[in-house]
Nanobody, 124 residues
Framework: QVQLVESGGGLAQAGGSLRLSCAASGRAFNFYAKGWFRQAPGKERELVAAISWNGGSTHYADSVKGRFTISRDNAKNTVYLQMNSLKFEDTAIYYC?????????????????WGQGTQVTVSS
């Protein structure tokens, strides 16, 4: 089975931190670039951060630069999103995704595999 499973979401206070994890079902995903997307109530799904297959390059949405960090540990088949200085507007369902390319992509319709999502709620 081809699966991506997110974990680590929950409730946080504004200014707090959470770390999201995305576990892949197989080693083949190590060769794929990955991204974190989020979808807030009433809004379209947007790219939060992306990372190349070996972590050599990353991309961040302007809204999270300096606060969020994407990383990956291919030995553990896992991608992480460290979320610091959380704001109320970070509240969303966060999705892990993978694209069949070593280079990251910025558009959701370019990604081939998706996790089920994990809810992040930030109280003000």
């Amino acid at each position: 089975q081809v699966q991506l499973v997110e974990s680590g979401g929950g409730l946080a206070q504004a200014g707090g931190s959470l770390r999201l994890s995305c576990a892949a079902s197989g080693r083949a995903f190590n060769f794929y670039a990955k991204g974190w997307f989020r979808q807030a109530p009433g809004k379209e799904r947007e790219l939060v951060a992306a990372i190349s297959w070996n972590g050599g390059s990353t991309h961040y949405a302007d809204s999270v630069k300096g606060r969020f960090t994407i990383s990956r540990d291919n030995a553990k088949n896992t991608v992480y999103l460290q979320m610091n200085s959380l704001k109320f507007e970070d509240t969303a369902i966060y999705y892990c995704a993978a694209v069949s390319s070593p280079d990251y992509r910025k558009s959701s319709n370019e990604y081939d595999y998706w996790g089920q999502g994990t809810q992040v709620t930030v109280s003000s």
